[in-house]
C-alpha cells in the first residue's frame, strides 16, 4: 500500500488546483446570467403571468387560485429568496391555512429549479431528467398530501402559531 | 430599471458565486487529496455495495453524505472531484436535489407548520427511490 507521504503532491496539486478553478469559473459563467435573468423576471413581475396560468392547474390539489404565486416564487427563486412572498401569503390571508401546508410540502422536494438545476448542469448532469423528475415527484406527494385524511380533522383555515414542534 | 435590476442580478450572481467557491474550493482539493490517498480506495470498496443499489460506484458516497448531512455546494464540490459518468451524475444530482441540507432544513420546515420529521423521511425514500430508478431508467 502507498503510503500518504509517497503520493504524487505535484499531480495532486495541479489537479486541486487547476480543477478547483475551472469548475468555479464554470459554476460563475452559468449562475450569474441565471440570476441576471431572475431579477430580470422579478422586475418585470413575470410571476403574476405565469401563476394566473398555473392557477387553474392547482385544482387538482384543490387549491385555491390564489395559492399560485407563492408555490411559482419557492419554485422558481427558492425558498429564502422567495420567501418574502411565500409569507406575505401566509400572513395576508389570502392563501388559506391548508393551502400555505400543501405549499410548504411541494417546495419541500421542488424548489430554486432554476438555480439548482443550473449548478448541476454545471457539473455535467442532464436538466430534463432532473427537472422533470423533481416537478413529477412533487406533483404526486402534493396530491397525495391533499388527498389524505389528515385536512378532515385539521382544516382550520387559518395559519395555525409556529409551535416548534410541527403537527 | 432595467439597468437596476441587471445590476441587482449580477451582484446576487457574484455573491453566489463567492459563497459557492468558498465550499467547492475546499471540498474539491479534499476530496482530489483522498484520490491520491488508499483513503478513496478503501471508502469505494466500503460503500460500494450499498451504492450500487443507485447505480454509484463507492466514491460517490462522499457526496451523498456531504449533501445530505451539510449542503448541496459541498456536494458539488465532491462531484466535481470524482469524475462520475454522464448517468452516474444525473442520478446524483437527482437524489441529492430531493434530499439535501437535512439538518438545516428540517429546522426550518418544522417552523413552517409542516411536519418537518414526516417530510425528512419522505424526501430520503423518495431520493433513494428516485435513484434506484434512474439506475435502470437511464
Redesign the interface.
Known amino acids: 500500500m502507498r503510503g500518504v507521504i509517497n503520493l504524487d503532491w505535484s499531480a495532486f496539486a495541479v489537479e486541486a488546483a487547476g480543477g478547483s478553478a475551472k469548475n468555479v469559473l464554470i459554476m460563475a459563467s452559468i449562475i450569474i446570467p441565471i440570476m441576471i435573468l431572475l431579477e430580470l423576471a422579478r422586475e418585470k413581475r413575470i410571476l403574476d403571468h405565469f401563476s394566473k396560468k398555473l392557477a387553474p392547474a392547482l385544482k387538482v390539489f384543490g387549491m385555491s387560485p390564489e395559492a399560485a404565486f407563492p408555490l411559482l416564487a419557492g419554485m422558481v427563486f427558492g425558498i429564502s429568496y422567495g420567501a418574502g412572498v411565500i409569507i406575505d401569503s401566509a400572513k395576508s390571508g389570502r392563501v388559506s391555512w391548508r393551502d400555505m401546508f400543501l405549499v410548504n410540502v411541494f417546495l419541500a422536494i421542488c424548489h430554486a429549479m432554476i438555480e439548482d438545476t443550473a449548478l448541476f448542469l454545471a457539473v455535467g448532469a442532464d436538466p430534463l431528467v432532473i427537472v422533470v423528475g423533481r416537478l413529477g415527484l412533487a406533483v404526486v406527494i402534493t396530491y397525495l398530501v391533499s388527498r389524505s385524511k389528515y385536512f378532515d380533522r385539521n382544516n382550520t383555515g387559518t395559519i395555525p402559531k409556529t409551535t416548534g414542534k410541527g403537527l | 430599471?432595467?439597468t437596476?435590476?441587471?445590476k441587482?442580478?449580477?451582484q446576487?450572481?457574484?455573491s453566489?458565486?463567492l459563497v459557492?467557491?468558498r465550499i467547492?474550493?475546499p471540498v474539491?482539493?479534499m476530496v482530489?487529496?483522498l484520490k491520491?490517498?488508499?483513503a478513496m480506495g478503501f471508502i469505494a470498496r466500503l460503500f460500494e455495495p450499498v451504492m450500487r443499489l443507485v447505480g454509484l460506484p463507492g466514491e460517490a458516497s462522499i457526496a451523498i453524505v456531504l449533501g445530505y448531512l451539510t449542503n448541496?455546494?459541498a456536494a458539488?464540490?465532491a462531484?466535481?472531484?470524482l469524475n462520475?459518468s454522464?448517468k452516474e451524475?444525473?442520478i446524483?444530482?437527482?437524489m441529492l436535489?430531493?434530499s439535501h441540507a437535512m439538518p438545516m432544513?428540517t429546522a426550518?420546515?418544522?417552523?413552517?407548520?409542516?411536519?418537518?420529521?414526516?417530510?425528512l423521511a419522505?424526501?430520503t425514500l423518495?431520493s433513494v427511490l428516485?435513484g434506484v430508478a434512474?439506475s435502470f431508467a437511464?
Open positions: 430599471m432595467m437596476a435590476a441587471i441587482r442580478g449580477l446576487k450572481g457574484l453566489v458565486t459557492l467557491a467547492v474550493v474539491y482539493i482530489t487529496f491520491y490517498t488508499p448541496l455546494y458539488l464540490g462531484i466535481a472531484s462520475l454522464a451524475t444525473t446524483i444530482a437527482l436535489l430531493i432544513e426550518v420546515s418544522l417552523k413552517t407548520g409542516v411536519n418537518g420529521l414526516v417530510m419522505i424526501r423518495l428516485a434512474l437511464l
